[in-house]
Each structure stands twice: as C-alpha cells, then as structure tokens.
C-alpha cells in the first residue's frame, strides 16, 4: 500500500516552527518511503478559520519546499462527516447529550471533591424519550459524545479496555479506554469537533501514517476505537515529542510567536529553519543541511527526544550564517540585484562578502562601501593619515586585482616598519570605514583605483 500521510494544521494563525516539525517529519518520512503527502485544512470551525491563513500556511510550506500531492479542507466535506455521524446515531453508538457546560462543570467539581476522575458518567444515556422530547420543547439542542467501548453489558460501569499501538516514534503504548470520557464529535449548533472528521478523512484519503506531536497521544486511544467503529483501517500512529520557547512556553499559533512568516521576514533562510525544527531533540549535532533529502537522511524516528525540546534563537542564527557561508551566487542572484550591485561584478562581491554575513540582508552593509562613494570618513590619529598617505603613494601601477593588497601591503611594510595590526588597521578603515569585514584582498579589486585613491587622502 502506498504510504500516504497528511498534515492537518487548523487555519487559525500563522504556521510556527513546531507547526513545522510536524509538517517536516510528515514530508521527510513520505518522500523517503515514495509515499504521498497530504495537506488537509481542519477548518470545521468556521468561527475561528479563515481562508487567508489557509492561503499563508500554503505558502509558508512553499518557502520551505514542501509541496503537497493533494490538499483538502474539510469544510468542502461535511457530507462524509454527516454520514459517518448518521452511521453511529443507527448503531447507538452517538448519542444525545443536553447538559449545559456549567452543568458539566459542577459534575467535575463533584467528581474532584470524591477524589475521582473527571470523567463524563453518561448521565445522557438514561434519559427517556420522553425527556429527550421536553428538552427539545425547551429549545434545547444536543449535543453528541461517542459511547466509547469500554464496558461489558453496563455502560455505566467501565472495565479497563486497554487500547494498545506500536507507535513508530514512541514504540510500544497503552490508553485505557475507562479512563476517558466519551468524546464529543458534534457541538450543539450541529458543528464537528476535529475528532471525527479527521477519522473520517484519514479513513477516506487512504492515509497509513498519522504523524503528529505527542499532544495527540490520548486522543489516539480515542480515534482507534471510533476508527474500529465505523470499519475503517486503523493507520499506524507516531507521536513526536513538541518544541517550546526557551523559557518552556509552548508555541501558539494564535500568539504568532516563532511563527515561519516572521522568520522568512527576519532574513532567515529556508533551510536553516527546516534543519532546526527538525534536528532539535533528535540525538546527534544540530547542523545546517543543504536540502531536505539530506536532511531526510538525518530523521530516524527512534532517535527522537521523549520531553520538550527548547527552540534556542541563538542556533538558529548559527545555523542560518552557516548556510549563508555556503550559498553559491546564483542562489542570492536576484537578492543581490534588488540591494543594488551591479550585475556585472556581483559574483566576486558575494564571494568576497558572505563569509561576514549571517544573513544574506548583511550584504546590503557593503554595498555602499564597495560600490558607493559617500561614506563616512573614519577618524585616523594623525599617525595612521600619515601611514595612509605613505601607502597611497605606493599603491602598485597597473590593475587591481587580487594579487595587489598582498605585494601593496608589503611594500608598505617595506617603507614604513609597521606590521601586524598597526598596518592593516588604519588601512582597513581608510578604505571601509568600519574596522572589521570581509578579506581587502577580494575588496580591492572591486572597489577600484579611482575610488581607493579618493579615500587615500
Ligand atoms: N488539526 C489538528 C491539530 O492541529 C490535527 C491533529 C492531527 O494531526 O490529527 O492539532
């Protein structure tokens, strides 16, 4: 069979770099086994998704280089859903429930002060027709919990039904059904709740793998019982472990924090976050990998963290300059033009410059310098003007080229006794104006005579 996973983010806000994880390992796995990937919007809530984040989700997944095979929305499906609901209602496994959330509410707290679970009694199951009838008359509406199959001939009294998976992250696990409430698939106003419509779709769009963060892992107890009920193949279910913020918060979709649109804006590179949303809490080094079929190779599901793993921003920074060290012209071509440098000399500039930029956006800073003429002069001690005006004067004939800063720097050593830094240094900032950046010896030539001799004095 082929392997077919999907992700299934609900388009409430902006992906973040857990969103990412998930989506990653969903990709990664799939494209290493030939297998399909499947992008499915959970929007059944229609309060809270919008088709703009839909739409900004798709691209976010396009910066990365994530392109699903088929993507779904399960607004456009609510057909499959009702059906599935109308199978459980016949064979009374969805049932009316009328109590309101305050109603549930007070039974937890009594529940609590018993020092028991807090689980639903299914008070709703011993309701009479005739009940049911005046609840409706009051204006009433139900809504449906799942009769989960946790007892023998009494529903009110649950046996421990353990639900057992081989995770494929996780290995082996175990959910007892009686300790669970019967879930809820449909809301008063006769909305679904994700449970059932995920089932339904995984059911329906063939998929084998459920990867997912292990936030999930109690709800698969769940949806394996639902998925048995309406005689659909249970898929194999991996959990991976979730990212926080550094301080431990968890990552929201809602809040923006970390989210993939900020971090495309922040200059950061596609690949830098992919490697980082992927190799944080796998054992083994966090480097920056140059695509994702190798960073397919570095995913192995059994090296995968049981806790949290903590997003460090300071990684990503050192991931991000690592891949921008290593980025070939092409690649910033079109970045380099929207900053200005001319075409024709904008490889040599990017060889000269990346290895000072942690971002490509850093190359901007020597655009003025290399290309401009109107930067601010330095302030030079009048013995560093003096070493400046030597070496204007010893500036070798001919075209600059990468060979001139060593033999011009060496004659002026030559003239002058000065080395080390009390040579290079009032040079550097003559010529730049900072007094760090890329090697002079590649500047040189790019700058130019004209220009050089103007900031000699
Ligand atoms: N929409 C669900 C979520 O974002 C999907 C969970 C799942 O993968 O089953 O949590």
């Given at each position: 069979m082929t392997v077919t996973v999907r992700f299934a983010p609900s388009p409430t806000g902006h992906l973040h770099i857990g969103n990412l994880r998930t989506a990653l390992f969903n990709w990664l796995f799939a494209r290493r086994e030939g297998g399909r990937f499947v992008l499915r919007f959970d929007d059944t809530d229609a309060e809270r998704s919008r088709r703009e984040y839909a739409d900004m989700i798709e691209t976010d997944l396009g910066w990365i280089g994530i392109t699903p095979d088929l993507t779904v929305r399960q607004s456009e499906r609510l057909a499959l859903y009702e059906a599935a609901a109308a199978k459980l209602r016949e064979r009374g496994l969805l049932y009316a429930c009328y109590e309101t959330a305050d109603e549930l509410d007070r039974k937890r707290k009594r529940l609590a002060a018993r020092n028991l679970p807090p689980v639903y009694g299914r008070d709703a199951l011993r309701l009479t027709e005739a009940e049911r009838e005046a609840y409706a008359a009051e204006g009433r509406r139900p809504h449906w919990r799942f009769l989960l199959p946790n007892f023998g001939d009494d529903p009110f009294s649950p046996t421990r039904t353990d639900i057992h998976w081989d995770d494929i992250i996780r290995g082996p696990q175990t959910v007892d059904l009686a300790s669970l409430s019967d879930p809820v698939l449909v809301r008063e106003d006769g909305s679904f709740l994700y449970t059932l419509p995920s089932i339904v779709d995984d059911g329906e769009l063939g998929v084998t793998h459920v990867i997912r963060g292990d936030d999930h892992v109690t709800n698969t107890g769940v949806q394996a019982a639902i998925f048995e009920a309406l005689g659909l193949a249970v898929p194999r279910f991996g959990h991976h472990n979730l990212l926080t913020a550094l301080g431990g918060e968890g990552l929201s979709k809602r809040t923006g924090a970390l989210s993939l649109r900020s971090l495309r804006k922040a200059g950061y590179e596609p690949m830098a976050v992919a490697s980082l949303a992927v190799l944080v809490g796998l054992s083994g080094s966090i480097e920056a990998m140059p695509d994702l079929a190798s960073l397919g190779t570095r995913l192995?599901?059994?090296?995968?963290?049981a806790s949290a793993s903590k997003f460090d921003p300071a990684e990503l920074d050192r991931l991000n300059a690592e891949i921008v060290h290593g980025l070939d012209y092409p690649t910033v071509a079109e970045r380099l033009a929207a900053m200005g440098v001319p075409q024709d000399r904008a490889k040599p500039f990017w060889d000269a410059v990346r290895g000072n930029c942690a971002k490509v956006a850093d190359a901007a800073q020597w655009v003025p310098v290399v290309f401009g003429d109107g930067f601010s002069a330095p302030n030079l001690s009048e013995d560093e003007q003096a070493l400046v005006r030597a070496a204007r004067d010893l500036l070798p004939a001919g075209a600059i080229d990468a060979g001139t800063w060593h033999a011009w720097t060496g004659a002026v050593k030559e003239a002058t006794g000065r080395k080390g830094k009390a040579l290079f240094m009032p040079l550097r900032l003559a010529i730049t104006g900072v007094d760090h950046g890329p090697e002079l010896a590649a500047l040189l030539p790019l700058i130019g005579r004209e220009r050089l001799l103007a900031r000699l004095g």
């Open positions: 192995d599901f059994a090296d995968v963290s």
